[in-house]
């Protein structure tokens, strides 16, 4: 580890930055012409990945041990070390989703971590479970821009401060706008998720006042975004720091877009990172912002040094947690660690143990088998018609009995694999427990709801996949709608089904849960789907396959 950054520091001499410091008052701590080392450790998108993959990699054991050897190493340098979270610890592998993500806030605890920033994906599940969560985490949850749409004051602590030899450390916490639009309307219609970056330059101006912090950091939830181009998404890290002050923010860690945030030039991100590549953060408007990918594959380091109030960063490292690189051996393709393999905590792997085999027997069970992939991943199911959306859509109208079926792309989470199937996969493909919903409408009404859902861009998890239903899709508007084959009627009477999730408006679908001829079937859509796939075992992926019914121009 020590041989390995030192070969990180020395390729790092390119990264080298100086940023002027946030410290605006006469009054420190600290002692001229003396140099204070920090080190900023980080995660983001742990998503419920407490215990380590098929494969062997990551998990929060290997991790512990890595924070741990380095906690040591950094302080034997005379240094001092901040551990953040860029949040979204919810959601993603049923081991954690149906225990609520408990391992994961207490593994949490047990690694030390100093705060995180509340995710989107923290609000998920009624806000008691998250209220349950902040008890089981020894650490502030931090947002300074979600407020109780009721009483106007902000419902979570919106920073912590820490002292580090002498340096006055604000960390703020924000939250993306968009959970509004992609947290479960159920959840949250009570909140009020204002701009992140006006939150920031009025929070940052009073602790200006109030605390008079050496340096200011903001760990958040909005995501990277190359050169600010976030397209459908709210804006994010690059935006926040073009917005504020000059300086106002002395380092951004960040999560919600699940990049290695790794530059090849200003505004350029590195398309091609690899574990072990050196990585060169992005700076903006004087502000470094950092990410390190998701599940904790990754533990960011972030070395400064501190002297008469000017902060430099003097090396940036994305370490990876026992990530493995397919090699042919003998012919034979094998997986082996890309560096030297951490080993776990046993303390944390004794901890954890009983919540990974909690619920193994049933997840494990073999409930179908299928002829070839069923395609859910993310960079495809949010830009086409994919055989696995349609056939969750197909689930969910067969069982309420409906014309067509409406599913959003952001509710298939991972992709079947071709053989047998488990519970686990179909809960890994849908994790969030939506209820399968359906609603009658006119033919008119039809026209006009699709105008809206099936004109959602590419790139997000609004797109819509769709099942017993064509229609061409160009300029924003539909037409050629076909059910069953045969054209739209529009005072004709139809069914079709949407996750409870977009009916009640989220992902900025029309909200029809008050409309007259809504219902609320009570299935949850796991569920459903596994007993569709029971049903229809083996099955044929290619029946599910688009064959143009979608038509976009």
Partial sequence: MTQRLIVKTALSAAILATLAGCATTTENNWEADKTYKLTVLHTNDHHGRFWENQYGEYGMAARKTLIDQLRT?????????????????????PESDLQDAEPDFKGMSKIGYDAMALGNHEFDNPLDVLMKQKEWANFPMLSANIYDKKTGKRMFQPYQMFEKQGL??????????????????????????????EE???????????????????VTH?????????????????????????????????????????????????????????????????????QAYEWGKYVGRADFEFRNGELNMVSYDLIPVNLKKKIKVDGESKRVFIEDEIAKDQEMVEFLRPFQEKGQDQLNV??????????????????????????????????????????????????????????????????????VTYVDM???????????????????????????????????????????????????????????FNAAGGDGYPKVSTHPGYVNTGFVDAEVLKDYLEANSPVDVNKFAPKGEIVYK
């Fill in 73 to 93: 190493e950094i302080k034997a340098d005379g240094g001092s070390v901040l551990l953040l979270s860029g949040g979204d610890i919810n959601t993603g592998v």
């Fill in 168 to 197: 006055k450390i604000a960390v703020i916490g924000l939250t993306t706008e968009d959970t509004q639009k992609i947290g479960n309307p159920e959840f949250i219609g009570g909140i009020d998720f204002r701009d992140p970056k």
């Fill in 200 to 218: 920031a330059k009025k929070l940052i101006a009073e602790l200006h006042q109030t605390e008079k912090p050496d340096l200011i950091f903001a």
């Fill in 222 to 290: 909005m995501g990277h975004y190359e050169n600010g181009n976030r397209g459908v998404n709210a804006p994010g890290d690059v935006a926040l720091a073009r917005y504020l002050n000059e300086g106002d923010l002395d380092m951004i860690v960040g999560g919600h877009s699940q990049e290695p945030v790794c530059m090849e030039a200003p505004n350029v991100i590195k398309k091609n990172f690899q574990p072990s590549d050196e990585c060169k953060p992005d700076i903006q408007n004087g502000t470094h912002i950092v």
């Fill in 366 to 435: 073999k409930i179908a088998e299928t002829n070839g992939k069923l395609e859910g991943d993310r960079n495809i199911v949010r830009f086409e018609q994919t055989n696995l959306g349609r056939l969750i859509a197909t689930s969910h109208m067969t069982r309420a009995k409906a014309d067509f079926a409406v599913m959003n792309s952001g509710g298939v989470r991972d992709s079947i694999d071709a053989g047998d199937v488990t519970y686990k996969e179909v809960l890994t493909v849908q994790p969030f427990g939506n209820i």
């Fill in 442 to 500: 006119s033919g008119k009404e039809v026209l006009d709801y699709l105008n809206v859902v099936a004109t959602k861009p590419v790139d997000s998890g609004a797109y819509a996949q769709f099942a017993g239903i064509s229609m061409t899709v160009a300029n924003g508007k539909v037409s050629d709608v076909k059910i069953d084959g045969k054209a739209l009627d529009m005072d004709k009477t139809y069914r079709f089904t949407v996750p409870s």
